[in-house]
């Protein structure tokens, strides 16, 4: 198999000429390619349109990372106060990669805000803050539970991509995100749901392979179900 070069979006702080690959939460996405047979490439934030569209052509697919809380402005919303890491540099590289990797049938593998961000790209809104706005809510956040605990189960759409590829109903996931989706984007499907009805997993309708989950499959490297989703996107991309 060709190895396919995988372009992974970077954390602000990582974004610059720093030490990426020693950050923990940047590692575990650049193990988890890897491991599945791709070529890890970090993504900077700091490029022109122009040429992020010549790296963007490069790439045989396209991983959105998990990280902070999109700008609301750019979803049409006022700001809540429970925004937390806002990085219009970074708001602006990943919406023009997941509308490009969406329109044009890249494959595309969005991880917790990586989502958020196919969602917003799509059209769709957020909620800003899950505990703030959605009675009942399981406790989505949690941040005190180590990253590769387990916090709920989601529930697999049985006409989903992920239905297919994972063979797991109800799925065990991790769970770090305070911010989900609130009005889908167009041309998205529901693929996965939390008990409190969070939508959990979405993906690109008649795209080639365009999923997004809420959860951190790469912080569960030890679980054949995460492997087996790291696998299927490299495929995709080979
Ligand atoms: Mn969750």
Redesign the pocket.
């Known amino acids: 198999m060709k190895r396919p070069l995988i372009g992974i979006t970077t954390h602000p702080s990582t974004a610059g000429a720093g030490p990426a690959d020693q950050l923990p939460a940047q590692a575990a996405y650049v193990r988890a390619i890897a491991e599945a047979g791709g070529v890890p490439v970090h993504i900077p934030l700091s490029l022109m349109e122009y040429d992020l569209a010549v790296l963007f052509d490069r790439l045989d697919g396209l991983l959105l990372s998990g990280g902070g809380d999109i700008d609301p402005a750019l979803y049409g919303a006022l700001p809540s106060t429970s925004l937390r890491g806002v990085d219009a540099a970074r708001d602006r590289t990943e919406l023009v990669l997941a509308r490009w990797a969406a329109t044009r049938g890249k494959p595309l593998l969005g991880i917790c805000r990586g989502l958020q961000v196919v969602n917003v790209a799509c059209g769709g809104t957020l909620i800003q803050d899950i505990g703030a706005e959605h009675a009942g809510a399981?406790d989505?956040d949690g941040p005190d539970r180590p990253p590769s605990s387990l916090?709920?189960p989601?529930r697999l759409e049985a006409a989903s991509l992920l239905a297919r590829l994972l063979l797991q109903d109800p799925l065990e996931?991790n769970?770090a995100?305070h911010q989900?989706i609130k009005a889908l984007g167009r041309g998205l499907s529901v693929a996965a749901w939390?008990r409190d009805e969070?939508i959990?997993a979405v993906e690109v309708a008649g795209h080639p392979w365009g999923v997004a989950v809420?959860?951190h499959p790469e912080r569960l490297l030890e679980r054949s179900e995460s492997r087996a989703l790291f696998s299927a996107f490299i495929q995709a991309c080979a």
Do not use: N, R
Request: charged share 5%; proline share 0%; no cysteine.
């Open positions: 399981l989505h916090a709920h989601v996931t769970s995100h989900a939390s969070i959990e809420q959860w």
